[in-house]
C-alpha cells in the first residue's frame, strides 16, 4: 500500500515544505488540475487559490482509496474545503478494505501513520 499525495503547489514548492508536516508519502504536483479534474475533484464554490497563488482554481479536500487497477474503492471530500480528514477516518478506511480482500497492511501489523 502506498500514501500519495496531490497538491496545486509547485514541485519546488512541495520539496520546501516536506518537512513541515512528516508525511512519509509520495508527493505529487498538479498546479494544473489534470489529475483533480480526472476524478472531478475541483472545487465549484472557491474558483482560485488564496493571493499569491497561481492556482486557477482549488480541488476539494478528498481522500482516496484506490486499488492497483485504478478503481476508486473509497472517497471521503471534505464538506468545508478550508479542512481535512482526520488520520483516524482514512486508517479506519484503509483497515476496512485490506480486511474485505483478505489482506494484511504492510509488514504485517496494523496501519499506522507516523
Do not use: C, K
Not at 485490506?98 to 504485517?108: E, I, K, M, T, V
Amino acid at each position: 500500500m502506498q500514501v500519495v499525495t496531490i497538491s496545486t503547489d509547485h514541485p519546488e514548492e512541495i520539496r520546501a515544505g516536506r518537512d513541515q508536516h512528516g508525511l512519509q508519502a509520495r508527493m505529487l504536483s498538479d498546479p494544473d488540475l489534470v489529475i483533480t479534474d480526472a476524478f472531478g475533484l475541483r472545487n465549484q464554490t472557491v474558483q482560485s487559490g488564496p493571493p499569491g497563488d497561481d492556482a486557477e482554481a482549488l480541488p476539494v479536500p478528498t481522500s482516496l482509496l484506490v486499488d492497483r487497477r485504478g478503481r476508486v474503492l473509497w472517497v471521503d471530500m471534505a464538506q468545508n474545503y478550508q479542512r481535512r480528514s482526520p488520520p483516524e477516518v482514512v486508517l479506519a478506511a484503509m483497515r476496512e478494505h485490506l480486511d474485505r480482500a483478505g489482506l494484511s497492511p504492510p509488514g504485517g501489523g496494523s496501519v499506522d501513520v507516523e
